[in-house]
């Protein structure tokens, strides 16, 4: 459990500046969805659902590592444990759709970020995704 957690805050602390990092990729996708092929357009919308998804999930799994803690997670129900391991596997379920996602769209698109691998458009200067300076 010790190393579940220390990984578990770990990946929180990346969440955060992930959640920042959302809010701006959602402007800049917003933004780049005009003059883009409409198909593209729908992949990264879904591609951003997928990860709000995922913040989501990591969120209700924070609560319950604190109700858990705080021995506060209500009797009765399903364990913490357990209800922590089946987010977990659902944040897996969801990487793997936005891996497959991204792909497709690096596919469409033909150019992916060196840094995080997200698709980039083929006159992007920076990710859209981490904001790594792409080379022209
Ligand atoms: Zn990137």
Redo the contacts with the bound molecule.
């Keep these: 459990m010790d190393s579940g957690m220390k990984r578990f805050l770990n990946e929180m602390a990346d969440r955060a500046a992930a959640m920042a990092e959302g809010a701006r990729d959602a402007a800049t996708a917003a933004g780049k969805a005009v003059g883009e092929k409409k198909e593209e357009a729908a992949a990264r919308l879904e591609l951003m659902r997928l990860r709000s998804e995922r913040e989501s999930a990591f969120s209700e799994i924070g609560r319950a590592f604190y109700l858990m803690n705080a021995g506060r997670w209500p009797d009765g129900s399903e364990s913490a444990e357990h209800r922590i391991e089946s987010l977990l596997g659902r944040v897996s379920d969801l990487e793997m759709k936005m891996k497959e996602l991204t792909a497709k769209i690096a596919k469409d698109v033909g150019r ?7 698709a ?1 458009g083929p006159r992007d200067r920076f ?6 300076r ?1 080379s022209e």
């Design positions: 992916t970020c060196p840094a995080c691998g997200a980039c990710c859209p995704s981490c904001g790594a792409l």
